[in-house]
């Protein structure tokens, strides 16, 4: 919450749990954004760490008016690394045409490896999602 407050953008935790963790708005244009965050400790490896998640896939398969953007974040080396943040639809096209994570039940279980700066998962590249604050842009006061 506070990275988003630094980018200056309200936020809001819902009052009711219907799968949002957080609201951040941009106040001026009435901008809503939904965000789901996902949290791990990291498993030390060899060459870096990993960490796993689960997303449930209701709600990655409920497209809505306003998009979701899930914040996966991994507890390592007693600090949170920097966190990787995918919109849902991308999410869910890496899920449904490229096989990425595994269904398991009513979630998809996603394993991230992260080495040399390097985000991992299935085999795909997520390095472009660190720290993607693109649809947060910094609202100046």
């Given at each position: ?7 200056g953008w ?8 219907t ?26 490896r ?5 960490a ?6 209701a ?13 996966f ?14 919109r ?7 899920f ?5 994570g ?6 998809i ?9 390097k985000?991992i ?5 997520l ?15």
């Open positions: 919450m506070s990275e988003f407050l630094v980018l309200n936020v809001a935790i819902p009052e009711v749990d799968g949002d963790d957080i609201f951040v708005v941009e106040d001026e244009k009435g901008t809503l954004r939904r965000v789901q965050v996902k949290t791990s400790e990291a498993t030390i060899e060459d870096g760490f990993s796993q998640f689960q997303v449930p896939l709600q990655l398969q409920t497209i809505g008016n306003i998009l979701v953007h899930y914040v974040i991994v507890r390592y080396n007693k600090a949170w690394y920097a966190p990787v943040i995918i849902q639809d991308y999410l869910l096209d890496y449904e045409n490229k096989n990425m595994s269904k398991y039940n009513d979630h279980n996603l394993y991230f490896s992260y080495s040399k700066n985000v998962c299935s085999k795909l590249d390095t472009m999602y660190i720290a993607d604050y693109t649809d947060f842009p910094k609202i100046e006061h």
